[in-house]
């Protein structure tokens, strides 16, 4: 398992993802099941595909997720880097996460074969006030909250354009928001 995870550190595994935000400010996020850290909520995305940018890695994940073929990534937020497990294998992952504005709905279409094969239990809109729930469950990233607080006045209200973020490595420990 030691050298797995020395590997894993070595080449990152690419990934994007979108940040859905209604007009009120809401933000849809995805519930997954993870082996190493448990249920927690991230925004649709996943694994960059060879020959895609972090871009078009994110809107295609987004439409397969979401089924959401009208939404197209926005600016760059941030990007992080973390640890996980995938069907087995440790994973450091490198993401991109983009940001868009939407409508306050569910998917749309059969994604359920999709949700099943990526662990996806469920879906919901958050609030800035649940994102601020100290007993909500875990969120990747964990410094979503906070990350969203800066866009919701700037980018929603005024469409002025987000700095994008590097927030590094973050090591998962399980959250004391779980």
Not at 87 to 96: D, K, M
Not at 105 to 119: F, L, Y
Request: with cysteine.
């Amino acid at each position: 398992m030691r050298n797995l995870w020395r590997n894993a550190r070595r080449t990152p595994r690419q990934a994007a993802r979108t940040v859905v935000l209604d007009d009120a400010g809401s933000v849809f996020l995805l519930r997954s099941d993870n082996s190493e850290v448990g249920v927690h909520w991230t925004m649709p995305g996943g694994g960059i595909e060879p020959g895609e940018t972090p871009w078009t890695g994110a809107r295609r994940e987004l439409w397969e997720e979401t089924g959401w073929s009208d939404l197209e990534p926005g600016p760059l937020l941030c990007t992080w880097e973390h640890d996980f497990t995938w069907h087995g294998t440790p994973v450091r992952q490198h993401e991109h996460i983009y940001l868009a504005s939407g409508p306050h709905r569910g998917p749309v279409g059969d994604v359920s074969a999709m949700h099943a094969a990526d662990k996806i239990l469920d879906w919901r809109w958050w609030t800035p006030e649940d994102l601020a729930d100290e007993h909500a469950d875990a969120l990747w990233p964990p410094t979503l909250p906070e990350l969203l607080a800066d866009v919701r006045e700037g980018w929603l209200a005024e469409r002025r354009e987000p700095r994008a973020v590097d927030l590094g490595y973050i090591p998962n420990a399980r959250p004391a928001r779980s």
